[in-house]
């Protein structure tokens, strides 16, 4: 009597465990996360892009300045 209510449990757990999986794998599942995912990336490589191109600017600035091309008089 034990063991059957054992495999009968064990039975019931793997099947909501397999349904989950199985839900899980459903098409508008995978593509959600996978547009979720590049939502994400996209937002970070932004950030970056974003980021480098503010150092880059203030890089240029100090390079001018340190050079001075921004006086007209000394580029002649």
Do not use: C, K
């Amino acid at each position: 009597m034990i063991r059957r209510l054992f495999y009968l449990s064990l039975g019931a757990f793997l099947t909501l465990w397999v349904m989950r999986r199985l839900q899980a794998l459903h098409p508008d599942h995978v593509a959600r996360r996978t547009a979720d995912g590049a939502a994400g990336m996209l937002r970070r490589v932004r950030d970056f892009t974003t980021d480098a191109l503010g150092e880059a600017a203030e890089r240029e600035t100090e390079l001018r300045a340190r050079f001075g091309l921004d006086n007209p008089e000394s580029n002649s």
